[in-house]
Every structure is written in structure tokens, then in C-alpha cells.
């Protein structure tokens, strides 16, 4: 990110940023949590403040916290969206970071992957 993406004045020494290093980062912060070589190229990890978590723990928590059946990717049909709108939708920054990691297209991919579970429900409502 540098000066000329961002909106709003930032006292970020931003030449500074775009010059470091990964050896200039400083990994002594308890919020950088290094991870393996293995966590690193598995896509089966997830790193928090509070420490690395696998998908599975996740996936269980998030079944429970929020009731929603993640087994629907199993079922899941990704389709290209019809025409679409822009809106504002405000979303946690980690989980935006990891789909930008993702590469290009990641926003076509999140709507895409929105839209699946939306007729997975649909299906289900018309079964039951």
C-alpha cells in the first residue's frame, strides 16, 4: 500500500514501509506469531492473536457460534454472478487480507461462494 491508494492523510512514513525488508520487521511483537514451513504451505492452519488455530477447530466453532452447516461446500455449485451493484459492506480485516492473498479476482470469487451458499439454503427451505 503506499500514499497515492489512500483516501484519507496518513502520517505513515510510507517510502520507509515500501523499502523494509522481511528481515526489518520486527517478529518480537506477542502479535506475530512465526509460523512452520509446513503451517506455511498447508492451507489448513489459520493464524490469530491468540495463537494458530486448524481449519477444523474453526470450522467447528463457527458451526457452533453462528448455527451455519459448512458441509454445503461439499454441494456447492460456483456460478460467475449476474449483474451487480456496489455497495459498502464492512468486513473484519483479516478474513478481507486472506482473500486478497487469494490473488486476483478474489471479490469475484467471495460473491461467487456467497451465491452458492445462498442456493444451498434455497434448496434446503424447498426440500423441507
Known amino acids: 500500500m503506499n500514499a497515492k491508494n489512500m483516501k484519507k492523510k496518513s502520517n505513515t512514513d510510507w517510502k520507509r514501509i515500501d523499502a523494509m525488508k522481511d528481515e526489518d520487521i520486527d517478529v518480537s511483537d506477542p502479535d506475530c506469531i512465526p509460523m512452520t514451513e509446513k503451517q ?3 492451507s489448513k492452519f489459520v493464524v490469530f492473536q491468540n495463537g494458530i488455530k486448524s481449519t477444523k477447530e474453526l470450522h467447528e466453532a463457527f458451526e457452533k457460534k453462528y448455527g451455519i452447516d459448512l458441509s454445503f461446500f461439499k454441494r456447492a455449485k460456483i456460478e460467475e454472478p ?32 456467497m451465491r452458492a451458499y445462498m442456493q444451498d439454503q434455497l434448496k434446503k427451505a424447498k426440500a423441507a
Open 40 to 42: 506455511l504451505k498447508s
Open 82 to 113: 449476474p449483474q451487480a451493484k456496489t455497495i459498502s459492506l464492512r468486513i473484519p480485516i483479516d478474513l478481507l487480507e486472506w482473500w486478497k492473498l487469494q490473488g486476483k479476482g478474489y471479490q469475484t470469487r467471495m460473491i461467487a461462494l
